[in-house]
């Protein structure tokens, strides 16, 4: 018998039901790509999204309104990539704003909670694009509120309604976007959105669903040890001893006894002095462990307790102290260790090959993130690497257009540090900007400056269709190279080189003076010099450079200043 209110416990499932259809579709999803390149990734930004919530959600025990919206929330947001990825977790993040202040909801909450859900998902993108996952989420969020208060709806009809119109709204999206109705697709996002819907409503009604991913990579549970929960208990026996030593031990010879004792169980504690080791270990082994302090010298105080006993639950709190210690000389150790000064400004970049890292590198950049196409980072990426840089600013190179909501999103999560996001949506934007910084200036000074500097570079990417289409006039078959410029496709053909020079003689004019090329994993340097010629002998007025890339997807990236 259905309900027409949910409890948290329920919510809960259906939540994870809505991330695992997501999950099984995200290959379908990727394939829903405008642009034919091997490059569509919204399916698997959406899942990696939605799963580091799914994994906070599926460690509560028991679910309550309030953890179950602060998992959602916060794995959300951390765990966000690309801009649908993103978009995702703003949505999830309004939902849980709602939820979180009641112990069940009903059709009048999921109304308030969809509205506020779309509200600060639009707010989260600059330039809003209707005939996306926004447009299917606003009207999804239009019926939930136009029948929160229908009494002839109930709850099982009022889901059904609400992804009725979101389904219908999908369709529609190729109408709303021509660039969609000429890819023959609907918007990828949008179609994620509905799979999420859809999931959560068959869990609704009651549909079995395989959890088990879920659990087996949910976050730790805390172990209560207590007769109901005695095999949940991965290692058995709590063993401590102390080994006597002749003379310290090496640096090298405790990391190979930590790593030892990682091996055969957890809850470790090594601590090493002049004439002893102090060893603490759960483990299904204590021999094992005793004969390895046996090798560095003579045992003493030896203690096993089996855990599965009676007092297991004191036993385990007295290892949790133990921990709490190791960890207190671990931060003293830390704060003993000196530190790098703070200096006004640091960088972070997300590229991808190693000739463009190194270029980076060379330029300045702190951080280096691996990502771009097919491989965006997570906004918990870019929180990492700012906690890594010791200064006052620090600026974020995103450079790719999918990866910028997540880098702004990072900005707005950061504390302690001024952030700021230069919106380059390409590496030669990017490595623009690096060139473009000056020391001696102000960290708004070489903001300005770089946001300007990169609206004169064009840049072009040189890559293989992936299915027969046309788009823009521009008839395309599979396996042709394409060379895009500025997010536009400008030519394509069976010739490499001929597509490529159409595609540079396309983006320079009498106003551009600097072509740059990088050539990536699937190209030699021959190639690229090869190319360079045709391109010199094409465009004489212009200076070109050639440069090891090492990127994938793209044969070429080339930029036009």
């Known amino acids: 018998m259905q309900t027409n209110t949910i409890d948290a416990q329920l919510l809960a499932k259906m939540f994870l039901a809505g991330a695992k259809n997501l999950e099984s579709k995200k290959e379908w999803i990727n394939e829903l790509n405008v642009f034919p390149v091997p490059d569509g990734d919204t399916g698997t930004n959406m899942t990696m999204t939605i799963l580091s919530a799914a994994r906070e959600v599926s460690a509560l025990d028991p679910a309550t309104m309030p953890t179950f919206a602060k998992a959602v929330s916060s794995g959300s947001l951390r765990g966000a990539r690309g801009n649908s990825g993103v978009i995702l977790s703003q949505l999830l993040r309004g939902f849980s704003k709602v939820v979180e202040k009641v112990d069940v909801i009903d059709k009048p909450v999921i109304g308030d909670a969809f509205e506020r859900a779309v509200e600060t998902a639009y707010k989260a993108v600059m330039k809003p694009k209707e005939g996306t996952i926004l447009t299917v989420a606003k009207a999804a969020a239009t019926v939930a509120m136009d029948l929160a208060y229908d009494d002839e709806y109930d709850m099982e009809a009022y889901l059904n309604a609400i992804l009725e119109e979101a389904e219908r709204i999908l369709a529609l999206t190729p109408e709303m976007l021509p660039v969609l109705k000429q890819a023959g697709v609907v918007d990828s996002g ?15 009604l009651g549909k079995e669903i395989d959890y088990s991913e879920f659990e087996t990579e949910a976050v730790a549970k805390p172990l209560k040890i207590t007769a109901e929960t005695e095999e949940e208990i991965k290692f058995g026996y ?157 600026f974020l190179f995103p450079n790719n257009k999918n990866i910028l909501l997540a880098a702004n999103q990072a900005a707005e999560m950061s504390e302690g540090k001024d952030i700021i996001v230069i919106p380059t949506t390409t590496i030669p934007q990017g490595i623009t900007a690096m060139i473009n910084y000056i020391p001696e200036q102000s960290a708004e000074e070489n903001a300005e400056t770089m946001k300007e500097i990169i609206e004169t570079v064009h840049t072009g990417e040189v890559t293989y269709a992936i299915r027969d289409t046309m788009i823009d006039d521009i008839s395309i078959k599979e396996g042709d190279y394409m060379g895009i410029a500025d997010g536009k496709i400008r030519a394509a053909g069976a010739s490499m080189s001929d597509v490529t020079k159409e595609m540079v003689l396309d983006m320079t004019n009498e106003e551009t003076s600097l072509i740059c090329i990088y050539y990536g994993e699937d190209r030699l340097e021959k190639d690229a010099q090869a190319l360079a010629e045709e391109i010199e002998a094409a465009c004489p007025d212009h200076e070109i450079e050639v440069h090891h890339g090492g990127q994938p997807v793209y044969y070429y990236i080339i930029s036009v200043e």
């Open 190 to 204: 949008g179609q994620g959105l509905v799979c999420v819907l859809s999931g959560a409503r068959d869990a609704f």
């Open 238 to 394: 709590c063993t401590e001893f102390i080994v006597v030593i002749d003379e310290p031990i090496s640096e090298e010879q405790e990391v190979d006894f930590r790593a030892f004792l990682e091996g055969i169980g957890d809850s470790i504690v090594l601590v090493a002095d002049d004439d002893l080791i102090k060893v603490h270990v759960h483990t299904n082994e204590p021999g094992n462990a005793l004969q390895k302090g046996l090798s560095l010298g003579s045992l003493s105080r030896i203690k096993i307790d089996n855990m599965r006993e009676e007092h297991q639950e004191r036993l385990f709190k007295d290892a949790e102290k133990l921990a709490a210690q190791q960890a207190e000389v671990a931060k003293e150790k830390e704060a003993d260790t000196p530190k790098e000064p703070e200096k006004e400004m640091g960088f972070v970049a997300v590229t991808a090959g190693e000739g463009l890292a190194s270029l980076f590198a060379e330029l300045g950049v702190d951080i280096l993130i691996t990502g771009g196409q097919t491989m965006n980072p997570c906004t918990e990426d870019f929180l990492d690497a700012i906690e890594k840089i010791s200064a006052k600013t620090i």
